[in-house]
């Protein structure tokens, strides 16, 4: 197994309740802060090529909306919520480090 983790902000920089674009290894991550939880998952909509980051995030449910046909997706298991969108995005681990939000590209199954 390789692991591309990579940091790709200060947690500070990021506000809680919002997502975030970010290239991590080529791949588009949405990154998403509720308070001091980090979740990444692939920044584009299963359902139609809109990027996720652009969406709004509902904190008590732990989901990300595509802001072009509202399907929500679970940011930790990358499952659609709502229709339209049936296929899961991918889900990458998050996670805070010395300040730093780390995101790791790869899955271990991977290799």
Request: charged fraction near 25%; charge should be negative.
């Amino acid at each position: 197994m390789s692991a591309d983790r990579a940091p790709v902000c200060a947690l500070d920089d990021l506000e809680s309740g919002t997502a975030r674009k970010f290239v991590v290894d080529g791949i588009d991550v949405a990154v998403v802060r509720i308070d001091d939880d980090v979740y990444a998952l692939a920044d584009i909509c299963s359902h139609a090529n809109v990027s996720l980051s652009d969406g709004e995030v509902w904190c008590d449910e732990r989901e990300l909306e595509c802001p072009k046909h509202s399907s929500t997706f679970s940011l930790v298991t990358g499952e659609p919520r709502t229709l339209p969108a049936t296929q899961p995005v991918a889900v990458y681990a998050a996670s805070v480090v010395d300040g730093a939000v780390i995101v790791t590209t790869t899955t271990e199954d991977e290799s």
